[in-house]
Nanobody, 128 residues
Framework: VQLQASGGGFVQPGGSLRLSCAAS????????VSWFRRAPGKGREGISC?????????YYADSVKGRFTVSRDKARNTVYLQMDSLKPEDTAVYYC?????????????????????WGKGTLVTVSS
């Protein structure tokens, strides 16, 4: 079971990137998939999640709500994180993860990082 996040890079403020989370060894469509990030000198932040239940309900942290969109491509066994209107404070290493549960693990309004499976991160740098 492996996850791999990709699609990071360098972008100017206001720009966009699309991250991909691909899986091998299992079908992502059956499980909730979460996105986390770790900015330089800061702790890990849960920013988005898409469940496998109810048509794919989603969760967004306040810091990215309205700018980021999570989605699935069942045929490609991939989950995407579309990131628009990027800000310098979005600079971080981004990770996808799953606990192979169907629902997003939101506790007290915050995405839990108690995931069993983590992909290697992809670096996003937002700078002018």
């Amino acid at each position: 079971v492996q996850l791999q996040a990709s699609g990071g890079g360098f972008v100017q403020p206001g720009g966009s990137l699309r991250l991909s989370c691909a899986a091998s060894g299992f079908t992502l469509d059956s499980y909730a998939v979460s996105w986390f990030r770790r900015a330089p000198g800061k702790g890990r932040e849960g920013i988005s999640c898409i469940s496998s239940f109810g048509g794919g309900t989603t969760y967004y942290a306040d810091s990215v709500k309205g700018r980021f969109t999570v989605s699935r491509d069942k045929a490609r066994n991939t989950v995407y994180l579309q990131m628009d209107s990027l800000k310098p404070e979005d600079t971080a290493v981004y990770y996808c993860a799953t606990d192979r549960a169907s629902l997003c693990a939101v506790v007290g309004g915050t995405l839990s990082d108690g995931m069993r499976y983590w992909g290697k991160g992809t670096l996003v740098t937002v700078s002018s």
